[in-house]
């Protein structure tokens, strides 16, 4: 079993920072691709940034130049610093990892995970 752990949400004035993590635990073999994902009320999920295990990165265009993802992978852990902070940040922000994972009692298998959640609320 493999779960994601999210940090860092929280309230925020309009213009502000914050910084997200996400540590993986469990079953792990390795990490693939690791990102951020965010859903506000009424809005399907989108992607906001990944990162893949060897450090390339994807952003949406509205977080272009504002937010940073990267990752640590002797931590299993990916971050997100947010910077300039809009209102239309404001959402659910979730982590997301394609993991490697060992089979008992011989073999591996990737399985998409998915963290809780953690609220951003930034406020103008």
């Known amino acids: 079993q493999v779960q994601l752990a999210e940090f860092g949400g929280g309230l925020v004035q309009a213009g502000g920072s914050l910084r997200l993590s996400c540590v993986a635990s469990?079953?792990?073999?390795?990490?693939?691709?690791m990102g951020w994902y965010r859903q506000s009320p009424g809005k399907q999920r989108e992607l906001v940034a990944r990162?893949?295990?060897?450090?390339?990165?994807n952003y949406a265009d509205s977080v272009k130049g504002r937010f940073t993802i990267s990752r640590d992978n002797a931590k299993k852990t990916v971050y997100m610093k947010m910077t300039s902070l809009k209102p239309e940040d404001t959402a659910v922000y979730y982590c997301?990892?394609?993991?490697?994972?060992?089979?008992?009692?011989?073999?591996?298998?990737?399985?998409?995970?998915w963290g809780q959640g953690t609220q951003v609320t930034v406020s103008s």
């Open positions: 469990g079953s792990i073999f390795s990490i693939n691709a």
């Open positions: 990162i893949t295990h060897h450090g390339d990165t």
């Open positions: 997301n990892a394609d993991v490697r994972v060992v089979l008992a009692p011989a073999g591996y298998t990737n399985v998409d995970v």
